[in-house]
């Protein structure tokens, strides 16, 4: 039997005439789309287009709520009552869940992204106000979260289904989370380091960390970041090395 592994990207991020990434090059490449629901990025035209070409291509489609911070990207922090955080996720869940349909598709999964998502990797509480909220709206929602943090923790005790996730080029600290984008060798530029990296933590089913240690984790996905300029090939090389080690991509 295939081992199996889900491959995806966040994307959907361009607005207007602004465009940002390579979306219609990636989503030919990875198995799932996180698609910006317009509060961090992205807006109805760009979600619908990217939603569109996500069906054309059988790649699984999710919401990607971040905080209404459009000129800050979503990476900012803002504090937020636990329930502001649930209408913050409700509002933009929905509108994903409207634009998809109309694309013919559906939102199966969900993953929270920039700020809002690093907080709630550290705070349990809050984690669980951004998922309950999303599965009252959608209780067979896959929530994304990253793995062997806060976020898999309120997921695993709402006991819903969700896919644990880490990333292609991102360095990460001892505790899982990930080592902040403003200190030196936050992220991984080189295709082929990130490929070799990647494999080795799916055969480990660990996390390795920039101090050298191995967390021990489940890993159903992996994040291949769409904004960066060398994100392509990052992708690419990802998804070669994979399958040349006996992986099988497909959706969750």
């Known amino acids: 039997m295939a081992r199996t592994i889900d491959l995806n990207a966040d994307m959907g991020e361009s607005f207007g005439p602004w465009v940002m990434g390579q979306d219609a090059e990636i989503l030919k490449v990875v198995t799932s789309a996180n698609v910006a629901c317009g509060f961090h990025a992205g807006d109805a035209d760009v ?10 291509q059988g790649v699984g489609i999710g919401a990607h709520p971040g905080f209404a ?33 109309r694309a013919g598709g559906r939102v199966r999964h969900l993953k929270l ?27 067979e929602l896959v929530l994304m979260v990253i793995a062997q943090t806060a976020q898999q923790r309120a997921a695993e005790a709402l006991g819903a289904q969700m896919a644990c996730e880490i990333f292609a080029d991102r360095a990460y600290e001892d ?8 200190k030196p060798g936050a992220m991984i530029h080189d295709p082929q380091e990130a490929a070799a990296r990647v494999l080795g933590m799916v055969e480990a089913q ?10 021990p984790a489940r890993i159903d996905t992996i994040c291949l970041h769409g904004d960066g300029p060398e994100a392509l090939a990052i992708a690419r090389a990802v998804r070669t090395k994979l399958e040349g080690a006996g992986w099988a991509l497909a959706p969750l």
């Open 47 to 56: 979600m619908a287009a990217t939603m569109h070409e996500a069906v054309k």
């Open 69 to 101: 911070d459009l000129q800050g990207f979503g990476r900012r922090r803002i504090a937020l009552s636990q329930a502001e955080l649930g209408n913050l996720v409700t509002y933009q869940l929905g509108a994903a869940m409207a634009v998809a349909a």
């Open 175 to 182: 505790d899982a989370t990930l080592v902040d984008r403003k």
């Open 206 to 215: 660990a996390i390795f960390a920039a101090s050298g240690a191995t967390l």
């Open 113 to 139: 992204h920039g700020a809002l998502a690093n907080m709630a990797a550290e705070d349990e509480a809050m984690a669980r106000a951004c998922y309950e909220a999303a599965l009252a709206v959608e209780p």
